[in-house]
């Protein structure tokens, strides 16, 4: 026989978790919102997708009145799935070229960001170093020395 159902009480999270819980949110939501740079060069296509490239022509000729994308990215899965080592060999090596270019774009536009951050004076934004002077003193200074 079964007894009575006793509702428990839970307790309520207190202040400092809740705390902790929004602390932690907020890290999440700040490394999502990191900013992507427009001008670098996009990632390279992998091997399958370079063999979707070929398949969806070849797709599209035999079969002219398909306008449904899932049934091309299906039939496209299932055969990439059946092919052997030897028949994917041309498509991964493609990607791996691709993949090469990708590094020498990379590195290029890297050193394109060195060289301007460099030019504009090298985080020029940055705080002084501290030699022990408030930044009114330094300014003070600053100002003293551009007017004699």
Do not use: C
């Amino acid at each position: 026989m079964k007894g009575p159902r006793v509702a428990i009480a839970h307790k309520k999270p207190d202040a400092e978790i809740l705390r902790k819980r929004k602390a932690e949110n907020k890290t999440t939501k700040e490394r999502a919102s990191k900013k992507k740079d427009s001008g670098a060069p996009k990632r390279p296509a992998s091997a399958f997708f370079i063999f979707m490239e070929d398949f969806r022509k070849s797709f599209k000729e035999n079969h002219p009145d398909n306008k449904s994308v899932s049934v091309v990215g299906k039939a496209g899965g299932q055969k990439w799935k059946s092919m052997s080592d030897a028949d994917k060999a041309p498509y991964v090596e493609k990607a791996k070229n691709r993949k090469a270019d990708y590094v020498r774009a990379f590195e290029a536009h890297e050193e394109k960001l060195v060289m301007i951050f460099l030019r504009n004076g090298g985080g020029a934004d940055e705080k002084p170093e501290d030699s022990g002077k408030s930044t009114s003193e330094v300014h003070d200074e600053a100002e003293q020395e551009s007017s004699s």
